[in-house]
């Protein structure tokens, strides 16, 4: 199986066998299928890439938190909290305030992983004037959001429910 076929199942077919042949082999050729015409094959390539836990990956995933593409999103955020490199915080606090609750969930799971304690981290103090300028003009459980994320960091109580 080719990772550079022209039909996309058998690109597919052939991410999904990577991480088999384990640490072994550099990320990568897989990095470079991660901008693939095929929504399939790039979350496929995100998830291989997670299970190869090479932290050469991290910034390859970091940016396609910022994709069109919901599922990439997520899948890019989960894949990073199995690299389990601090270098991921930064990037995942951001996606702490998308506007997809499955990217959201995936970041919150994905910084556990990375460290139970990244609230305290000098990466998640860097975003705090990411979180504070980020919601202005969004809808509103994106302002909750970041106003939450911004206490965990902080260290303070959480804000008070909106009324509606």
């Known amino acids: 199986m080719s990772l550079a076929d022209s039909h996309h199942r058998v690109r597919q077919a052939a991410v999904e066998t990577f991480p088999k042949w384990g640490r072994a082999l550099s990320p990568g050729p897989l990095i470079d299928l991660l901008l693939d015409a095929n929504w399939e094959v790039r979350v496929a390539v995100a998830e291989s890439i997670g299970r190869l836990r090479d932290p050469r990956a991290v910034d390859s995933l970091a940016d396609l938190l910022g994709h ?22 930064g990037p995942l606090v951001k996606a702490l305030i998308d506007e997809e609750s499955q990217v959201r969930q995936a970041a919150t799971k994905s910084l556990a992983r990375i460290d139970p304690d990244w609230k305290r981290s000098a990466s998640a103090r860097d975003m705090i004037p990411y979180l504070e300028a980020a919601p202005l003009g969004k809808p509103y459980w994106i302002r909750v959001n970041a106003a939450e994320s911004l206490a965990q960091i902080k260290g303070l109580p959480p804000p008070e429910p909106p009324l509606y």
């Not at 593409?69 to 490199?85: E, I």
């Open 68 to 89: 069109s593409d919901p599922d990439l999103r997520r899948t890019a955020a989960d894949a990073l909290g199995h690299l389990a490199d601090a270098r991921a915080i």
